[in-house]
């Protein structure tokens, strides 16, 4: 019914750059309220990156400093990310999101990046 692709994961050294692109299908582009990316590095809790809301504005995770873009094309469901100057310290699973307007959340299957020299 819902499905979340996620594709652009993998190896990248320290201050590499990746894109993460997923798109959704099988869901009411209107129910849709936002729809962005966590991440949960091994052994720890998932958390917020960046998430595109109705109108396009964004929130992004605390560790969010520099080098981040999110967008979300509303016409296809579709949401990318861009990590610049990626460390150590970002390797995590990075999940897909997509939340409907009653607070139901999707997810992706999960792109794996790991940042190592």
């Known amino acids: 019914q819902v499905h979340l692709v996620e594709s652009g994961g993998g190896l990248v050294q320290p201050g590499g750059s990746l894109r993460l692109s997923c798109a959704a299908s099988?869901?009411?582009?209107?129910?849709?309220?936002?729809m962005g990316w966590y991440r949960q590095p091994l052994g720890k809790e998932r958390e917020l990156v960046a998430v595109?809301?109705?109108?396009?504005?964004?929130n992004f995770g605390d560790f969010v400093k520099r080098g981040y873009t999110v967008t979300r094309d509303g016409t296809k469901n579709t949401v990318y990310l861009r990590m610049n100057n990626l460390k150590p310290g970002d390797t995590a699973v990075y999940y897909c999101?997509?939340?409907?307007?009653?607070?139901?959340?999707?997810w992706g299957q999960g792109a794996q990046i790991t940042v190592t020299s």
């Open positions: 999101n997509a939340r409907n307007n009653y607070g139901f959340d999707r």
């Open positions: 099988g869901i009411i582009s209107t129910a849709i309220v936002s």
């Open positions: 595109v809301n109705e109108g396009d504005s964004t």
